[in-house]
C-alpha cells in the first residue's frame, strides 16, 4: 500500500471525496479506482499544481487529476507509451520526461490550438542532435528543459521576460528555444514566472519577473528582467536547490567548509506580505531564514517544497517544519493560521523506521503532499545503461540513421553485447543506417537492456548479432573483471582499485553515492575516498557491477555492522536491489 498525507485545498480538483474543501490536518490519501490497483503500485513522485495533480509510478506509468470540481472525476491514465521518469505540472502547463530522453507537454501555452493535448516538445528543437533531455521543469505558464548537452531551453510564455528573451519583441512561443549553454541545473516553481539557471561554475543567472524582489536583484522599472542577469552576492557554499513561488524564491545552500558534516541552510529573498519568507521582513536579496528549528548540530534538511505562499521543510531527524500561506490549511497545523516564521509540526508516523530519507514533500499551489518513495531515483542496471547511452560526453562511437542524424553509443559495452565482434558492429551500422532517429533509439535500448518488447519487430532484425542468452549483470561483470578495460584508479590506504570509467561514472550517477565525485574528476584517480575495510569496498564495488554479491564472500557481524555504516555515509539506502538485505538475507543463509 502506498503511503500518501494529503492537507490543503481539496477542490479543483477535488481529491479525497466525502472530505472538506479545507483540510487542515495531514490524512491518508487513497486511490479511488480500485480496479486498477493503484494502491499496489510503489509511489516515486508526486508533482502538484493549479493546473493538475500527477502520480508517478515505479513502473514507469502515471495517472492525473485535472483541475476540475467535479465530485465524481476519476484519475485519469496518461497516455504516453514510453516509460515516464519524471513529472512535473505548471500553474497552466505539464510535462513528463521518458526514460528515453524525450518530453510530452500540454497547456495553453504549448499548444494552442489543443490544449489538453501532449505533444512532443522536445522534437521541436532546431539542433537535431540535442533532443536529448535529461530534466524537466515547469514554471507559472512556461516549461524548462536541459539537455544531454547541458543546454536550457525555454517554451510557453515570455511575457515577463521568464525565457530570457525581449518581451515586447517575443510574447510566447510553441517551440522549445535555446536560452543559455553550459547549464547543469534548472530552477523554478508551479506558481512562478521567473527561472534561475546554474552553470558548472557555480554561476547563477535569472530572468522574470521580480516585481516583488524574488529574484535577488534590484527591481526595474518594468518590474521584471527579460535578459539573464548574473547574480553577484549569492551565499556561500553550494547550490543544492531553488523553488519559486509567486512572491518569493527560497536556496538551499550546503556549507562546504564542514567537511565532515555539511550544514545545509535556508535562504529567502522576496515578498513577506504572505508570510512565505519565514521572516517578518521583506528582503531584497537571498538572506538567510534563522530559526532555533534549524541549528540541532546532528540534524539537517533533506528536503523542502514551496507553493504559491508556503513552505514544508523535512529534516533528518524526522522534523516537519512549515510557514507561510496557510488559508486552505496547506500547513497541516489544523488551522488556518498564517505563520510568519517557521513552526514544527507533529509528523505522521507512517515507515520512519525504515529511513526518513526515503520521505518526500510536494507542495501545490494551496495544498501539500507527504509521501513514501524508496526508489526515488533509477537503481536497474538496464534502466541505467539506456540512460547512459544519452549522454553523449560519454559517448566514444557514432552511428548515422536514414537522414544523417548521429545518434551515440559506447563501444565499451557495444564490445561485449555484440559478442566482441567487429563485424557485428559494422553489421549494426548497416541496421541502422535504414532507421529513423526513433527507431534508432529502441535498438540501442534493447541492446542494452536485452528488452525485446520495446520493439519486437527491431528486436528480431538485431536479435542474430547480439548475445541475447547473456545478462545484462554479466555483462557489466566480465567488463569489472576484465583488467585490459580498467583505467580508473581508486587508491584506498595502501591498495589500488581498478574500474571502467564509463560504467563507474554511470551508476555512482544515479546512485548518489560511493563514486560521486568522479563525475567531476579530470584525472582518473581518487585518493583515499573510503574509510571501509578493504573486505567492504569489495563488497561495494562488486555489487555496483552486478546488483549482488560474491558467493565465495562470507558474511560476518562485522561487516554487516560496517556495511550498515557504510550505507549512510555513502547515501545507498534508496538502491535497490538493497544492499543491506542483500549481506542480511546470504548471512542468515549462512547460519
Not at 522549445?176 to 547543469?184: A, H
Not at 585490459?484 to 581498478?498: A, G, S, T
Amino acid at each position: 500500500m502506498n503511503e500518501i498525507l494529503f492537507f490543503g485545498s481539496n477542490q479543483y480538483p477535488i481529491l479525497i471525496k466525502n472530505e472538506p474543501n479545507k483540510i487542515t490536518k495531514p490524512i491518508q490519501f487513497n486511490f479511488e479506482n480500485e480496479n486498477e490497483n493503484e494502491n499496489e503500485k510503489q509511489i516515486k513522485q508526486i508533482s502538484t499544481s493549479n493546473f493538475s495533480t500527477i502520480f508517478l509510478f515505479e513502473n514507469g506509468k502515471a495517472i492525473e487529476y485535472l483541475n476540475e470540481n467535479d465530485s465524481k472525476q476519476n484519475p485519469e491514465k496518461i497516455q504516453i507509451e514510453e516509460n515516464i521518469q519524471k513529472v512535473t505540472a505548471g500553474f497552466q502547463n505539464e510535462a513528463i520526461l521518458t526514460i528515453e530522453g524525450n518530453v510530452f507537454a500540454k497547456g495553453k501555452d504549448i499548444n494552442s490550438n489543443n490544449p489538453n493535448e501532449f505533444i512532443n516538445i522536445s522534437s521541436l528543437i532546431e539542433d537535431k542532435n540535442d533532443r536529448i533531455i535529461q530534466d524537466i521543469v515547469s514554471g507559472w505558464d512556461a516549461t524548462y528543459l536541459l539537455t544531454s548537452n547541458q543546454n536550457a531551453y525555454g517554451i510557453g510564455s515570455n511575457q515577463l521576460g521568464q525565457l530570457g528573451f525581449d518581451s515586447e519583441t517575443l510574447k510566447k512561443t510553441e517551440k522549445p528555444i535555446l536560452m543559455m549553454k553550459n547549464i547543469s541545473k534548472i530552477f523554478s516553481g508551479n506558481s512562478s514566472t521567473c527561472v534561475f539557471l546554474l552553470n558548472s561554475n557555480q554561476e547563477l543567472f535569472v530572468c522574470g519577473d521580480n516585481e516583488y524582489n524574488q529574484i535577488g536583484l534590484s527591481k526595474s522599472k518594468k518590474g521584471y528582467i527579460d535578459k539573464l542577469t548574473k547574480i553577484q552576492n549569492i551565499p556561500k557554499g553550494k547550490i543544492i536547490d531553488i523553488q519559486c513561488g509567486y512572491f518569493h524564491s527560497i536556496m538551499l545552500i550546503e556549507n562546504e567548509n564542514e567537511n565532515e558534516n555539511p550544514k545545509r541552510k535556508l535562504y529567502s529573498c522576496g515578498y513577506s506580505g504572505n508570510n512565505g519568507l519565514g521572516k517578518n521582513q521583506n528582503a531584497r536579496k537571498f538572506t538567510e531564514i534563522k530559526s532555533s528549528l534549524f541549528e540541532e548540530n546532528d540534524d539537517n534538511i533533506l528536503d523542502f517544497s514551496v507553493g504559491n505562499a508556503h513552505t514544508l521543510i523535512l529534516t533528518s531527524n524526522s522534523k516537519l517544519i512549515v510557514f507561510g500561506y496557510n488559508y486552505s490549511g496547506q500547513l497541516g497545523t489544523e488551522d488556518t493560521k498564517y505563520q510568519l516564521i517557521p513552526i514544527q509540526i507533529e509528523l505522521p508516523k507512517l515507515r520512519f523506521n525504515e529511513n526518513i530519507s526515503n520521505y518526500h514533500i510536494s507542495c501545490g499551489f494551496n495544498n501539500s503532499f507527504i509521501y513514501y518513495s524508496p526508489s526515488f531515483s533509477f537503481s536497474n542496471i538496464e534502466e541505467d545503461l539506456i540512460k547512459l547511452f544519452r549522454r553523449k560526453e560519454f559517448c566514444d562511437i557514432s552511428f548515422k540513421t536514414e537522414n544523417g542524424e548521429i545518434i551515440e553509443a559506447h563501444k565499451l559495452i557495444l564490445k561485449y553485447r555484440l559478442n566482441q565482434n567487429q563485424n557485428e558492429i559494422e553489421k549494426l551500422q548497416e541496421i541502422i543506417s535504414k532507421k529513423s532517429i526513433k527507431e534508432s533509439n529502441q535498438i540501442f535500448e534493447m541492446i542494452y537492456s536485452n528488452n525485446s518488447k520495446i520493439n519486437p519487430k527491431l528486436y528480431s532484425e538485431i536479435k542474430e548479432i547480439i548475445n541475447s542468452n547473456e545478462r545484462i549483470e554479466e555483462t557489466m561483470k566480465r567488463i569489472y573483471l576484465n583488467e585490459n578495460e580498467k583505467d580508473f584508479i581508486i587508491e584506498r590506504k595502501e591498495k589500488q582499485y581498478k574500474f571502467p570509467k564509463l560504467i563507474l561514472i554511470m551508476r555512482s550517477e544515479l546512485y548518489r553515492g560511493m563514486f560521486l565525485s568522479v563525475t567531476n574528476d579530470k584525472s582518473n584517480k581518487v585518493t583515499d575516498y573510503s574509510e571501509l575495510s578493504n573486505k567492504s569496498f569489495q563488497i561495494f564495488e562488486y555489487w555496483i557491477y552486478s546488483n549482488q554479491i560474491k558467493d565465495e564472500i562470507q558474511i560476518t557481524q562485522e561487516i554487516i555492522d560496517e556495511i550498515q555504516i557504510g550505507i549512510d555515509y555513502f547515501q545507498l539506502n534508496q538502491t535497490n536491489p538493497n544492499l543491506f538485505d542483500l549481506l542480511i538475507n546470504k548471512f542468515n543463509n549462512q547460519n
